[in-house]
């Protein structure tokens, strides 16, 4: 538990005061046949209707894959959504703040930004993982929120499951585990700490293990009391019908997930092999995600022949902590066999 922890002083004064837009669908129920109520065109195409505002047999399924009861979830294009969606609903522009542990995911300095939130930075300690230390001396009573991304993009690691339960002890706001890359680290997720902890947020996607980044759609597992403030401020159509329907579509295959996320950890392990053995490759950092993050002797040149052979990799040396560092996701065998190759060719010259 966190005993400092009380929903309702978060909640920003205008939201908890908002009257939510309430949509055609919002307020039927029951069994219709005939739908002129929403202004639509009523000449079936397969999107001539708006979709479902709860996008409720999506989280049906979701519910299934994840245990988590659909009043728990909020759905939105993409998680980036979903992070501006708890800045709107959480934090009073030019006034509250948000701590984050860096180097990590540019979105939330982004989201933060566009909402006029201050960003507090508390470096991640030399394995990478969060100071809890310095996280709790930055915070202070405007600190709303605190991220936690984990496995960590870009660092690739997962973070102490410990030091993840300790801050939720502690941190005085919500803090969010951002899990885009949880599906590569098997077993890893703290969703079974949500019920334990209702300051918790933890946003997963669609958009990584999944393959359906073209959709947007990201998933954030809150309680329903976090949830419910969420819905009132979100676009009431914000997981658009195409979304929708592909998302049930390709969640019906498990098995093709499990068989490429299975392939994508053994291709990790084959290309992290490989550069091992590149001389000018002076450090690869331990991964629990579907990318590879390593130091070089010099990144930007690194970067500028691969691309000249088309291949392009992620430049990350120039954030602070990061020098000559860039990150690498795993491909195909195909795309790591020719990103092998020229890893080789450039090899030749040292
Ligand atoms: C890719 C990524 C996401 C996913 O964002 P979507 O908007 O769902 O595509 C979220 N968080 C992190 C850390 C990511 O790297």
Redesign the pocket.
């Known amino acids: 538990m966190n005993t400092t922890f009380t929903l309702d002083n978060l909640i920003r004064q205008n939201v908890k005061q908002l009257v939510p837009y309430s949509s055609a669908r919002d307020e039927f129920s029951g069994n219709g046949s005939v739908f002129i109520d929403a202004n639509e065109n009523p000449y079936e195409n397969g999107v001539n209707r708006y979709p479902d505002p709860l996008q409720n047999q999506l989280k049906k399924r979701l519910t299934q894959l994840k245990g988590v009861s659909p009043t728990r979830m909020i759905l939105g294009n ?3 959504e979903v992070i501006d969606l708890l800045f709107r609903a959480f934090c009073e522009p030019n006034k509250d703040n948000v701590v984050i542990c860096t180097p990590t ?1 540019g ?1 939330y300095e982004v989201a933060a930004n566009v909402n006029a939130i201050e960003i507090k930075e508390a470096p991640l300690d030399k394995d990478f993982q969060p100071n809890i230390d310095l996280v709790m001396d930055l915070s202070d009573e405007n600190s709303k929120m605190l991220f936690l ?1 984990s496995p960590n ?1 870009p660092t690739a690691n997962l973070y102490d499951e410990d030091r993840i339960v300790q801050l939720l002890k502690v941190f005085p706001g919500i803090v969010i585990v ?1 899990e ?2 949880i599906d590569f680290a098997p077993g890893k997720s703290v969703l079974d700490k949500l019920e334990e902890y209702p300051n918790l947020v933890i ?1 997963q ?1 669609l ?2 293990a999944w393959a359906m ?1 073209g959709i ?1 759609l ?1 998933i954030g597992f809150a309680s329903e009391e976090i949830v419910k403030v969420l819905n009132r401020i979100k676009p009431p159509y914000n997981v658009n019908s195409l979304t929708q329907t592909k998302a049930l579509e390709l969640l019906d295959d498990e098995a093709r997930y499990l068989n490429q996320v299975n392939e994508i950890l053994q291709d990790r392990q084959v290309l992290s092999k490989y550069l091992s053995g590149l001389s000018y490759v002076e450090k690869i950092y331990p991964t629990d995600a579907n990318f590879i993050l390593i130091k070089v002797n010099d990144a930007k040149e690194l970067y500028n022949y691969l691309l000249e052979k088309g291949i392009i990799i992620r430049d990350r040396s120039k954030i602070v902590g990061l020098e000559n560092c860039v990150r690498i996701s795993i491909g195909t065998q195909e795309e790591n066999k020719l990103l092998c190759k020229s890893l080789n060719e450039y090899n030749s010259k040292f």
């Open positions: 993409g998680s980036d995911y979105m991304c993009n951002d885009a890359y946003l996607t958009s990584k980044a947007r990201g």
